[in-house]
């Protein structure tokens, strides 16, 4: 059903080695999404050019710096050639030290914005290739070195050629990160309704809308400062919307587009401005909805390579939405109680292979049930609770996240609480009052309070299961707040249960 399809726009040379290279770049592109996932790192791209058989082998320092050095004078004079050594230029522009060496060179970007400008198709690809090449430096003073050329980039962004257009938006993109003046020139020189004219113009061209979804990513991983000036920009322009319309359920459209985009309305949902204005444009409903169909897929056995790096922004971005949502219009912009069902199937489907995926689905179903009691009694009616009991037992955060969904059906009303009893998490209790982690601890006399202090019987049965030593054990070896709560246990709620006494048994699983 989904698929990281790859992309198939690209005029080149046929054959197993094309091919291989479109293997390679999607590969790579997919290593940096994942890296964006795992760190949020900032992540540059670097177009292969699909016309050469096999990557160039690196070549030395010394002799790489001469090229460029060459090439440049030659590349001063007119002829039939030049397109050629232009090419050579791009080539050798792939090591560090040429590229520092070709922008210490007199007037070498005037050079380059001259071809990039020119009369010559020819000429004006392969000078936005040497370009792109030079965006692609780890070394930061080369990008507002290529200052001087960013508004014709921006200007070719109205072009007809998917691979120049795309050219120019991943250079742009690569630009952004390394200098907040870079940022500051390119919001100046109106890269934000460029972006957006961008994606209006070719929202049905999945490499464009993928190179505008990145672009747009990389500007949004901006500092306080800069996105305190970027966001309102952004969602002030039509941007928002179009970035809503990409994550459309298609399965022909490809998931690709979709990671980018849901990528940008994370980091717009991490501001307040932005998430407030992303809720008035429906993307809690929206991204809710994919992510119902995204766990549907995966409860149905569909472990499709690449759905988990469409499925964390999702995730991060939902959070954050809940986070502001107001709670009396909570059901109306979720939708339907699918949602839980959605999110402990990516829970436990992650819960091995991916376990920062599976914490974040819980954190989100966290969100989702701290107001909400419709959807606290959707996993009880679900019958969804007795799968998130058996998750205490593990760690990595995944248990203390658990544990607040649980804390938050029980504060609902004191019928759930006897439900929980009965389905087994007195006797979860007990074993992570025994745990090291001292917030887990604390987390389970929480919840131990409330149950206890529903019915009588629900007291006994935890006194049944040996919890009165549990909490005597915390009281004479515990410090602080474990120590008070279960002191204030056992002296209010627990001690006072005779063991002669008739009571009525809840039966545990």
């Known amino acids: 059903m989904w698929r990281l399809n790859r992309v198939r726009h690209k005029a080149g040379r ?20 994942q890296a964006r996932r795992d760190r949020q790192l900032v992540s540059k791209r670097l177009l292969l050019n699909e016309d050469e058989e096999q990557p160039e082998a690196s070549m030395d320092t010394t002799s790489g710096e001469r090229d460029v050095i060459s090439l440049f004078h030659k590349l001063q004079h007119s002829g039939p050639e030049r397109e050629v050594h232009l090419k050579d230029l791009s080539k050798a522009l792939r090591h560090p030290s040429a590229q520092l060496t070709f922008i210490k060179q007199e007037n070498s970007m005037h050079l380059l914005v001259g071809l990039l400008t020119g009369s010559n198709a020819q000429c004006r690809l392969h000078a936005v290739r040497c370009l792109h090449e030079l965006s692609h430096s780890p070394r930061t003073n ?35 990160p390394d200098s907040d003046v870079v940022k500051e020139k390119l919001l100046a020189q109106g890269i934000i309704p460029a972006l957006a004219n961008c994606i209006e113009n070719q929202r049905h061209n999945l490499a464009v809308v993928e190179a505008v979804g990145f672009t747009l ?126 999110l402990c199937a990516l829970l436990q489907t992650y819960l091995h292979t991916q376990p920062a995926l599976a ?72 074993a992570t009052l025994k745990m090291a982690d001292q917030e887990m601890v604390t987390l389970s006399l929480e919840v131990l309070f409330m149950l206890v202090v529903s019915r009588p019987q629900v007291a006994d049965e935890f006194v049944r299961h040996g919890g009165v030593s549990l909490l005597e054990a915390i009281q004479y070896n515990s410090e602080g707040e474990m120590r008070r709560r279960a002191a204030y246990l056992l002296e209010h709620h627990l001690l006072s249960y005779s063991s002669d006494c008739p009571v009525e048994n809840i039966p545990c699983s």
């Open 359 to 430: 914490r974040e689905s819980a954190w989100v179903l966290n969100n989702l049930t701290a107001h909400s009691s419709a959807f606290c009694s959707a996993l009880l009616t679900l019958n969804l609770v007795p799968g998130l009991i058996q998750l205490l037992s593990f760690s990595q955060g995944i248990n203390t996240m658990i544990l607040r969904v649980l804390a938050n059906i029980a504060h609902k009303k004191k019928e759930s609480c006897v439900q929980l009893a009965q389905l087994g998490l007195l006797s979860a209790l007990c």
């Open 142 to 176: 080369v990008a507002p070195a290529c200052l001087p050329a960013t508004p014709y980039l921006l200007t070719y962004l109205s072009g007809q050629s998917t691979k120049f257009t795309e050219l120019c938006l991943y250079t742009l993109g690569n630009l952004c």
């Open 14 to 33: 046929q054959g197993d080695s094309l091919e291989e290279l479109r293997l390679k770049r999607r590969e790579h592109e997919k290593a940096l999404r």
């Open 217 to 342: 990513s990389q500007l949004l991983q901006a500092k306080d400062a800069a996105a305190e000036k970027l966001i309102p920009m952004v969602l002030s322009s039509s941007l928002p919307s179009h970035l809503l319309s990409v994550l459309t359920p298609d399965p022909k459209f490809g998931l690709a587009p979709a990671i980018e985009c849901a990528w940008c309305l994370h980091y717009l949902a991490c501001n307040i401005e932005g998430n407030r204005e992303l809720l008035a444009h429906g993307a809690l409903l929206q991204c809710s909805s994919l992510l119902v169909s995204l766990g549907g897929a995966v409860a149905e056995g569909n472990k499709e390579d690449g759905l988990e790096l469409l499925v964390c922004p999702l995730l991060r971005c939902v959070g954050n939405l809940l986070s502001f949502c107001p709670v009396d219009r909570l059901n109306t912009q979720v939708g339907d109680v699918q949602l839980v069902v959605a």
